[in-house]
């Protein structure tokens, strides 16, 4: 990733996938959210291409139950 996208990703605390500290504060209609995330979920992924971040290549279900818990 370049300076701009690392600097990005520690300001905003983006160690890991899922949700930022702005998302959390953002995030109006947590119950929408959480049916969309169980519908990914319900897809049974194995992997995960991220926009930012490493590629997640196995266990990719419980990487999104892991990342939204919070909903």
Known sequence: PSRATR???FLLANRQPG???LE???MRDRLAARAQ???MIAWRPERIALA???LV???GCNVLRRAYAWL
């Open 19 to 21: 949700a930022t500290w």
């Open 24 to 26: 959390h504060v953002l």
């Open 37 to 39: 995330v169980d519908r």
């Open 52 to 54: 930012h971040g490493a």
């Open 57 to 59: 290549e196995h266990d």
């Open 7 to 9: 600097l990005a990703a």
